[in-house]
């Protein structure tokens, strides 16, 4: 799976836009882009995933530039309860390729 | 339930203890992982069942580890002879098929003194 790179942390105010980004230049055609995040003392919660085509649910919303080199989580509207560290993950759709590999993440801290 | 359960969500184990870890996955799940998560780093891939099939163990850090899932739902990992090391979140994921989304559930912490 193509490695990804994130920032450590970044702080947001509550009520704003959160935009984290994600580096994962190595991808390859068939690799996906997925979010989790996990709040303290939780496991890891699935957000959202996308291969090429920008794609929104009802937490957010992620934008894959044209070359898939990297995107962009959004949360439109963070609360104090999307404090979390967020990881993107790239990995191939297909059976075969079920394991995560998550890295450090984000820290994200939505300040009041 | 509704979500994945694990059990307990907290262990302190003393160092040369056997431990026994539970997971209930989400009813109808073919797929069922487990992950390690030790502090301040993300969780790491241990091992992989198929219903009861243990497809990949290649991230059991040692033959001290060993999961299974006889009836294909009902997950047990345990950990013989524990380290100090071994101190760490264990999480469970469960899928429908083939992994593509994944539901974790909220860990157990192990702490081996």
């Known amino acids: 799976d193509a490695k990804t790179t994130q920032p450590p942390s970044m702080d947001c105010a509550e009520g704003r836009a959160a935009n984290l980004p994600c580096n994962h230049s190595?991808?390859?055609?068939?690799?996906?882009v997925y979010w989790y995040r996990q709040i303290h003392s939780q496991g890891p919660q699935y957000i959202i995933h996308?291969?090429?085509n920008n794609e929104t649910n009802e937490m957010a919303s992620l934008i894959i530039t044209e070359d898939r080199k990297s995107s962009t989580l959004i949360l439109p509207h963070a609360t104090l309860r999307d404090t979390a560290v967020y990881y993107c993950?790239?990995?191939?759709?297909?059976?075969?390729?079920?394991?995560?590999?998550f890295g450090k993440g984000t820290l994200l801290t939505v300040n009041p | 339930g509704a979500g994945v359960s694990q059990s307990p969500r907290y262990k302190v184990a003393k160092r040369g203890q056997d431990v026994a870890l539970r997971c209930d996955p989400i009813?109808?799940?073919?797929?069922l992982f487990w992950y390690q998560q030790a502090l301040g780093q993300g969780p790491e891939f241990l091992t992989y069942?198929?219903?009861?099939?243990?497809?990949?163990k290649s991230g059991l850090p040692s033959d001290r580890f060993f999961a299974e899932r006889p009836e294909g739902s009902v997950s047990t990992l345990k950990i013989q002879r524990t380290q100090q090391e071994d101190s760490a979140v264990y999480l469970c994921?469960?899928?429908?098929?083939?992994?593509?989304?994944?539901?974790f559930g909220q860990g157990t912490r192990l702490t081996v003194v």
């Open positions: 994921a469960s899928s429908y098929r083939g992994g593509l989304v994944a539901f």
């Open positions: 190595t991808i390859s055609g068939n690799e996906y």
């Open positions: 996308g291969l090429k």
């Open positions: 993950i790239v990995r191939a759709g297909g059976g075969s390729n079920y394991k995560l590999t």
């Open positions: 009813s109808g799940h073919v797929s």
């Open positions: 069942f198929q219903n009861e099939a243990q497809l990949d």
